[in-house]
Each structure stands twice: as C-alpha cells, then as structure tokens.
C-alpha cells in the first residue's frame, strides 16, 4: 500500500493542476491541492478508482514484492495476539499450507541439515529416541513380520556381498592359522 498512496496522489495532483491551468486565477497551493485530492479520494469514485488500482496485477505484484513492508507485515501479524489467532486460521487452511510448505521446502531442508550438525540439537534427539514411549513402539515394530523379512533381505544382501565374503574369508583363514599354530 506504502506505494499506491504516491501513484494515486500523482495521479490526482495532476488532475487538479490541469484543471486549475484552464483559469486565470493563480495555483493553489500545497495544501490546497493536498485537500482536494483527499476530498476526491473520499468520494465513491475516488473510491472506486483506488479499487480499480489494487485490481490491477502489475500494482498488486509490485506491492506484494516489497520486502521491507511484507517484513514488517508478517512480524506485526506474528507478534500481536489477534495475528496470531489470524495465522492460526490460515494455516489450518490445507490448501494454504501446502503451498507454504512448498515454497520453504529448501529452506526448511538447509536449515535442518544445519540443525542436525548441532550438538544441542543432536542432544535433544537423543532424548526424544530415549523416550520409554518410543522404544516400547521400536520394539513393537521389530516384531512385526514385513520388519523381520526387511532385516532377513538386508542380511541375506550382506551376506552376498563380495567385500563381507572377503572378510568372512579372511578371519576363518586366521582362525585357522591361529588354531594350526596350537596344535602343532
């Protein structure tokens, strides 16, 4: 809005100037043309011409890129109790929040990997993993039988493998080494 209030009185100093030329009287002044274009302003046309402004897309896009007030919009909204009761409404909108949380996907994601550096972070996720609750719920899901043919195939997989083949060789190739060397 920070950028209608100029283009709108622009606009109408101009009308009132070009009106004001057509006379021989001097110009008004500042203040006078201030009043007069407030007082269009109140008027339902001028009403209307400052909806027909904020219809436009290229205004409405120029207005809702202003970093600075769209700053101060959301700290205002987030910080005052009836912004919060206002935000809490938006969000439980599920079309709002799905575009919200595309939009901030990468910065949610660099700002977790970052968190996930943290020590005092990691230190909480321990705690939350500690949990009684959540091992009682980690026990339970290790009983079930899609998780136990999971591990049965991760195993079955390791086994197969050519790099656990080759240690597995070598240490029955050492333990027999070792137990030739007490018999003898």
Do not use: H
Request: proline content about 4%.
């Amino acid at each position: 809005m920070a950028k209608i209030g100029p283009i709108i009185l622009a606009l109408l100093m101009l009308l009132v100037a070009g009106a004001g030329c057509s006379s021989e009287s001097e110009q008004p002044t500042y203040q006078e043309n201030k009043k007069m274009v407030l007082d269009m302003l109140k008027t339902d046309e001028g009403k209307q011409a400052v909806k027909e402004l904020l219809q436009d897309r290229e205004i409405r896009n120029t207005l809702a890129f202003d970093e600075p007030a769209v700053k101060k919009a959301v700290t205002e909204t987030l910080t005052t109790e009836q912004g919060k009761k206002i935000w809490n409404g938006i969000i439980t909108d599920p079309q709002f929040s799905g575009r919200l949380a595309r939009a901030m996907q990468q910065e949610n994601e660099a700002l977790l990997k970052k968190m996930m550096k943290d020590p005092d972070y990691q230190g909480m996720m321990m705690d939350i993993l500690k949990a009684p609750g959540l091992q009682e719920q980690y026990l339970d899901l290790m009983k079930t039988q899609p998780f136990r043919e999971q591990i049965k195939m991760g195993v079955q997989d390791a086994l197969t493998g050519p790099s656990f083949q080759k240690q597995l060789m070598d240490a029955i190739s050492e333990a027999l080494k070792k137990q030739s060397g007490k018999s003898s």
